[in-house]
Nanobody, 127 residues
Framework: QVQLVESGGGLVQAGGSLRLSCAAS????????MGWFRQAPGKEREFVAA????????YYADSVKGRFTISRDNAKNTMYLQVNSLKPEDTAVYYC????????????????????WGQGTQVTVSS
């Protein structure tokens, strides 16, 4: 069992930045691919970014590429999402999750490929 706790969300103006954190505890998540998803009101949860256990490989949704950066510190059991140049359409609850181990080193972008979700952190971008 892995427990995930997101933090770092808040209210920012368009063009601003935030650093989201995802702290993991319980069974070690350091050997798993982890990802960030987000869900806006009335919309389905969507993939944002993911990172393999070593940090060597990352993948981003087209909508955030060049603005968001995912990273992890396995020694601290923490994953991060640096979000820059925020837009009002980035407003959502951001969730971190652990990818199911059967996918090994691949990065999968569907929600069903992930288990152990956090409770989410709200990001609100004002125009």
């Amino acid at each position: 069992q892995v427990q995930l706790v997101e933090s770092g969300g808040g209210l920012v103006q368009a063009g601003g930045s935030l650093r989201l954190s995802c702290a993991a505890s319980g069974r070690s998540s350091s050997t798993y691919t982890m990802g960030w998803f987000r869900q806006a009101p009335g919309k389905e949860r969507e993939f944002v970014a993911a990172i393999t256990w070593s940090g060597a490989t990352t993948y981003y949704a087209d909508s955030v590429k060049g603005r968001f950066t995912i990273s992890r510190d396995n020694a601290k059991n923490t994953m991060y999402l640096q979000v820059n140049s925020l837009k009002p359409e980035d407003t959502a609850v951001y969730y971190c999750a652990v990818q199911r181990p059967q996918y090994l080193g691949a990065i999968v972008t569907t929600t069903r490929a992930y288990t152990y979700w956090g409770q989410g952190t709200q990001v609100t971008v004002s125009s």
